[in-house]
């Protein structure tokens, strides 16, 4: 077996800060499965005359003894909102987050692993989403951790 996404990250990049705004950055796997690669989208939230970018990357390594996606979402409204998703019995190597519902009007606010301390890994992962204008389309987000036996 090759190769596996432990974890990964994105940047998006134009001269003017905020218009390109990351709404996925997640394991495509499916959930209870190995990661393999990070899936990276991006929006504009306004239009935008000029060119901008989107970098992906993603942290390899030998497969993990009972590695596996696991997420968990919000109801989908139109509220700031915030998701956990937890490796019950094992350890986060990773994670990752999505916007569902609407495109250009939520970002990624925040996503990163908690529960774990400076002599114990995380044990899950929580993201929250922040409506960037205000919208009242309906969205929802969803937290995934990569997870494995510790």
Same mark, same amino acid.
């Given at each position: 077996m090759?190769?596996g996404?432990?974890g ?13 705004i ?18 990276v989208e991006?929006?504009?939230?306004d239009?935008l005359?000029?060119?901008?970018? %989107?970098?992906?990357f ?6 993990? +003894?009972?590695?596996?996606v696991?997420? $968990?979402?919000? #109801?989908? &409204? ?7 998703a ?22 990624i606010d925040n ?8 002599v ?6 929580t %993201? ?9 389309? +309906? ?5 995934? $951790?990569?997870? #494995?036996? &510790?």
């Amino acid at each position: 077996m090759g190769a596996g996404a432990r974890g990964g990250g994105a940047a998006a990049g134009h001269q003017r800060r905020g218009e390109g705004i990351l709404d996925t950055v997640a394991p495509p796997a499916p959930v209870g499965g190995p990661a393999t690669s990070v899936l990276v989208e991006a929006d504009e939230s306004d239009p935008l005359a000029g060119d901008w970018n %989107v970098t992906a990357f993603a942290i390899c390594a030998d497969p993990l +003894s009972g590695q596996q996606v696991v997420a $968990a979402s919000t #109801a989908s &409204g139109s509220a700031n909102d915030g998701a956990r998703a937890d490796c019950t019995g094992q350890v986060a190597t990773g994670s990752g987050a999505e916007i569902v519902g609407v495109v250009g009007e939520v970002v990624i606010d925040n996503a990163y692993p908690i529960d774990g301390s400076a002599v114990s890994a995380p044990t899950a992962t929580t %993201v929250y989403g922040q409506e960037e204008d205000g919208t009242t389309g +309906s969205w929802y987000i969803t937290a995934y $951790a990569l997870c #494995a036996d &510790g």
